[in-house]
Each structure stands twice: as C-alpha cells, then as structure tokens.
C-alpha cells in the first residue's frame, strides 16, 4: 500500500507539472519540476498517457481529456457545495425545508435540498420527475416551459392523480398555469403528499428553467405565505451566487 500510495503521489505530481504549462513540456523538464528521476518519470508518462490524463504532441507532454474530466468534477464539486451553502442560509432564514430544481434536458431534476431533523423536507414516495403536475417544484417549472415543451413533457409524463388533491387532468393544469401571472408564486396544498403544503417561486438566470421551493406540515399552512414571500427577498440578495452555480 505504501508504494501504491507513493506512485499516486507521484504521478500527481507530474499532472500538476504539465498543467502548469500550457503548450506542454517535455519529460525531462518535468521530471525535474516534479522532482522525479528520469527513468520513473518516463514509466509514469507513460501510464499517464495511455489513461488519458495526459497526451504526447510534438516531443511534449500537455494535460489529456481525462484530466479535463477530473477538472470539470471539481468545478462541479464547488458550485454544488455554493448550492448546498446557500440552501442552508435560506432555510435557516424563513425556517423551512428550501428546494432547488431546474428542468434540464427535458427532465425535472432536484439539485439540492436543505433541511433540518426538526423541520424534514417532504419524502420523495413518488419520482419527482414523473409527477412534475402533481408538486409545487414541477407546476413553476412547466409554467416557464412554452407549450410545445410542455406537450413534450406531458407525453413522457401524463397527468395523473397521486393524491385525492391533484389536479385531476391535463385541462386543468394547463388552466391553472395559464392563470398564473409571470413570476408568481405557485401554491400547492397536498397535491403531491398528504399532509403538507408547498409553495415554489420561478428563478431566473439566462436560458436556465430554475426553481426554489418550500414546504410546510398542513397544520402550519397559515405561515405559507408568510414564509414564501420571505424567501423570495433572500433570493433576490444571493441570486448572483446562484446564477454562477445553476449551470451543474
């Protein structure tokens, strides 16, 4: 293990070597920059190259796709974590479970959820791409879709009722998100689980369809919109922190 260990090290230190130079550098340069003999450098380039993390062009070494890979996870990594943070402020603000979803890729697709053993976010018991019609964070994303959109998720995903609350059909659906007026919040009372209400409110940010939601016990339902309109004014001070962090 430790020699396992000591070649990772190795090697990653050689990665850092080549990316550190931009039109690639030659193995012994970068033997010498990563402190490494010559012959170890070599057998690791090898290695290197043959999994892609780098690539051998014109006598020199430059960074492969794999290692672009592993950069873009990282990037990922760290506008997730900027999600995480900010989901958490904002549930600790209006003291309620907060939600952050987008439609991508004609899917409903929950990025993060922030909440707390005491005020628990609402148990996912039915896919929430599939019953996007039945849920607060489905109706303000298909609100913002054109109608072809739409029309295109409804045949994927047909309106159905999950609850004795749900919007019965798609004539009713289509009804209710031609009523709503642009940027208002959508509200809804058991529609996706019994017991609990939910309000969403649509977030713009480029071409990206984006949502940030709430959800509340049915009993504490008097402090929905209280709560909502809370959450709207955090939203609008943090809004440049998402924006660089809705693209995951």
Sequence with gaps: MPTLIGSVQ??????????SHSGGAPA???AREAGLPLPTAYHLLRTLTHEGYLRRQGGVFVLG???????????????????????????????APVYFAVYREG???????????????????ADFRATGHAHAIGQCLLGQLDEKARKDHYDRHPVE???????????????????????QPVIERQEYALGTVCAAIP???????????????????GRLLCVVDRLRSEVGALLNTLSFSISI
Excluded at 66 to 83: E, F, H, P, Y
Excluded at 169 to 180: F, G, N, T, W, Y
């Design 161 to 183: 009722a999950i609850t004795p609350h749900t919007v019965p059909d798609l004539r009713s659906l289509e009804q209710r998100i031609a009523a709503k007026r642009r940027m």
């Design 107 to 125: 899917e409903i697709e929950v990025v993060g959820v922030a909440d707390t053993p005491a005020d628990p976010a609402c148990e996912e018991w």
């Design 65 to 95: 796709p794999a290692a672009a890979r592993l950069a873009d996870g990282g990037l990922q990594q760290k506008r997730r974590s900027m999600i995480v943070d900010s989901l958490t402020h904002f549930r600790d603000a209006v003291g």
């Design 28 to 30: 012994k340069q970068l």
């Design 203 to 221: 977030i713009t940010a480029g071409d990206t369809i984006a949502t940030m939601a709430i959800s509340l016990p049915l009993h504490l339902e």
């Design 10 to 19: 190795r090697a990653l230190r050689l990665l850092e070597a080549a990316g």
